[in-house]
């Protein structure tokens, strides 16, 4: 509204006023500096563009006189008797009221507002591993993200997304590996690999395994927790999402999503699953490394050589992290699997066989912790054979506008590792064969997650221990800190991305 | 100079009527220019039978004293007058033009920028370099180039003349009725 007023206002301000002024000490005052015409009784006029009242009675400035029929002019110093001046005119040609290059100010002021939000809250800044990004129509667009889980060397696994909708061009695929955070990402491989469609999806499982699938269907009922006009966002593979809010008493409250299929009974089936985490698991990390403090470093190896605390971490990170999969049978509800977490960047779709229903019915249930995830799609499918990806591995990488021999060679090599830096860019090239094949990417490696300075302040080795050891109570005490930045949390976080100057 | 002559802008011709000749020789001043201009602003009277142009020198109760563009002084007595138009401007031509792109490019700038930096934010940053730059670029080059073109009423006639404190009588004498 403050813009339509102050646009309305450059309008109809932009009339040139004419003003007149009676010859007098006190009014000439006001038109200090600025150029006036004086009308003589006789006709004549002055034109002064400097000029003081020296006394009551004389006007002396520099200027421009002209004869009453303006045909003669002269220009000098004039000392002109206040009474024989008629009347004074000064002409006011519109200005904007503010500079309009400076009302620039205010997106800009908008922008720095943000980056501060994001430097006095770093646990909702971006981070978590290597992106990957492919050509989609004109832009480059996330469709993975590599290793989450791999916060340390010990930690260091292999990671496997689909990378959905993609097509070679002439034969060849072109994935962007970017550092968009304050972390060292240590890369030991990044593989494609591709699986003949034959007419059919393929998709990645949670036993490790590829499958082709027929027929998605989709469920009859949704039922959601929250959100519940927002339910239908999950039938659609379009990355919209739904997604709940972290309970504002205990971070580690569970939810519940119940669907109903109908099926052709007798048949295997299993679920797919989109999804990203929310930033809830990200802000948890974030804040561990803060009540570390500057024993982040200790703490890191210890959890590194420790199975145990390995173990209870990893316990943690799959409870507010994973989804639960149940199915109705004849005794209720039966558990039959778990979708592990991804991280929060890249949504991605994942297979969950459930085995044959002999029924023409079926109802699902997902269990998570609440506001932990964000779905984007679910439907059954008919499960069809085990296939085996073909492995490709990378025959060029451009790094800073060239090819890197080097970098090449570090991600052929089994043993050695590329290590990329906040900003850091690879353009990494594979060669596939002629077909039709669902592409996966398949990586390898661990990072370091950056101290911030900020973070240090907050050490506080009491809670961390309760982090580790009594989880469920660390999560009780931190609701109400998760809750203050929630709101914003997801719009800070994808801003504060690190990309090199 | 009685002699002056005017040129008229092409705005003019469609405000008034395209029967106005158009001096080719002296302008009238920019905005810019306006505050030290020692003549009067510009009329196109309409009266019975033709147009009257030329610089306004005054008005005296029903009376407008106007120098035409042919070096007459007239008084046009008001019940002649059909209609007129004033003008006491030409506009700077493209001016505030080349800051207003500038400021557009900025915005843009900003704009196209706030995408890899702000993420679903630049929906609002976004849009906001783009509102404030189209606000602005507009604010300067409506600045740049102010109304021209008065609507001013009979009795406010005389602040756009040559001799608003009342015509000279060696001036008045000279003029010739219409």
Same mark, same amino acid.
């Given at each position: +509204?403050?813009? #339509?007023? @102050? ?51 004389? %006007? ?73 990004? #492919? ?19 010990? %930690? ?36 494609? @690999? ?102 982040? !470093? ?24 994973? *989804?639960? *999969? ?41 269990? +998570? ?13 008919? %499960? ?50 002629? !077909? ?19 973070? +240090? ?45 | ?178």
């Amino acid at each position: +509204m403050r813009w #339509v007023f @102050l646009t309305v206002l450059i309008i109809s301000c932009a009339n040139i006023q004419r003003r007149f002024y009676k010859p007098s000490k006190p009014e000439l005052e006001i038109l200090n500096k600025t150029t006036i015409k004086v009308h003589m009784k006789s006709g004549e006029v002055y034109v002064l563009k400097s000029w003081n009242v020296s006394d009551n009675k004389t %006007l002396e400035g520099y200027g421009k006189f002209y004869s009453v029929d303006r045909k003669n002019s002269s220009e000098g110093n004039f000392s002109i008797p206040i009474d024989s001046i008629a009347i004074i005119e000064a002409n006011f040609v519109p200005s904007p009221s503010i500079n309009p290059l400076s009302m620039l100010l205010i997106p800009l002021a908008v922008e720095i507002a943000i980056g501060t939000y994001c430097l006095s809250n770093p646990k909702a800044c971006f981070g978590s591993c290597p992106t990957f990004y #492919v050509q989609d129509g004109d832009s480059m667009k996330l469709k993975a993200e590599g290793f989450s889980s791999s916060i340390a060397p010990a %930690l260091e696994a292999d990671d496997i997304d689909a990378l959905v909708g993609l097509k070679s061009m002439n034969g060849e695929i072109e994935i962007e590996m970017r550092n968009e955070a304050w972390e060292t990402h240590v890369v030991r491989y990044v593989d494609l @690999l591709i699986v003949p469609r034959n007419g059919k999806s393929v998709f990645f499982s949670e036993d490790g395994k590829f499958y082709r699938v027929n027929n998605h269907i989709l469920p009859k009922r949704v039922e959601c927790p929250q959100e519940k006009d927002k339910c239908d966002l999950i039938l659609n593979m379009d990355g919209k999402e739904w997604f709940s809010l972290a309970d504002d008493k205990d971070l580690g409250s569970r939810e519940e999503i119940e669907l109903e299929f109908d099926i052709e009974g007798g048949k295997n089936y299993a679920l797919v699953v989109g999804r990203r985490q929310t930033l809830l698991p990200t802000f948890l990390f974030y804040q561990t490394l803060a009540y570390m403090g500057d024993n982040v !470093g200790e703490l890191i190896s210890k959890l590194g050589r420790s199975e145990e605390a390995q173990s209870k971490l990893k316990n943690l990170v799959d409870k507010i992290t994973s *989804i639960e *999969i149940f199915v109705r049978d004849g005794k209720g509800w039966k558990r039959v699997g778990v979708i592990h977490g991804e991280g929060p960047l890249a949504i991605d779709y994942t297979l969950l066989p459930i085995g044959e229903i002999k029924e023409n019915n079926l109802r699902v249930k997902l269990v +998570m912790t609440k506001g932990a995830v964000r779905i984007d799609y679910i439907s059954l499918v008919e %499960l069809g054979e085990e296939v085996e990806p073909i492995r490709i591995k990378p025959y060029a990488v451009i790094y800073q506008g060239k090819e890197s021999d080097s970098a090449l060679s570090l991600l052929l090599s089994e043993n050695d590792y590329l290590v990329t830096l906040p900003g850091d860019v690879y353009k990494i090239k594979y060669r596939v064969p002629e !077909g039709d094949y669902e592409f996966f990417l398949k990586a390898r490696g661990y990072y370091l997650e950056w101290m911030r300075k900020e973070w +240090m302040k907050e050490k506080n080795m009491a809670m961390f221990w309760e982090i580790i050891l009594r989880p469920e109570i660390a999560l009780r005490k931190l609701a109400p800190v998760y809750k203050r930045m929630e709101g914003q949390m997801e719009d800070l976080f994808w801003r504060s991305k690190y990309a090199k100057p | 100079m009685l002699s002056r002559k005017f040129v008229f802008l092409n705005l003019f011709l469609l405000l008034s009527c395209a029967s106005v000749s158009i001096p080719e020789s002296e302008k009238l001043p920019t905005p810019t220019e306006l505050p030290g201009y020692p003549y009067g602003a510009f009329i196109a009277v309409r009266v019975k039978d033709r147009f009257i142009n030329g610089e306004i020198l005054g008005v005296e109760g029903n009376t407008l004293y106007v120098l035409t563009t042919d070096d007459k002084i007239l008084s046009i007595p008001k019940d002649k007058v059909r209609y007129y138009n004033v003008i006491e401007c030409r506009h700077e031509g493209y001016k505030g033009t080349a800051q207003a792109i500038v400021m557009l490019g900025l915005s843009v700038l900003g704009a196209v920028s706030s995408i890899p930096l702000n993420g679903l934010l630049a929906l609002i940053s976004g849009s906001l370099w783009l509102f404030t730059g189209t606000i602005g670029g507009l604010s300067i080059v409506l600045s740049s180039n102010p109304d021209c073109y008065p609507e001013v009423e009979w009795d406010k006639l005389i602040r756009y003349s040559r001799y608003p404190q009342g015509i000279p009588q060696e001036i008045k004498e000279k003029a010739v009725n219409y």
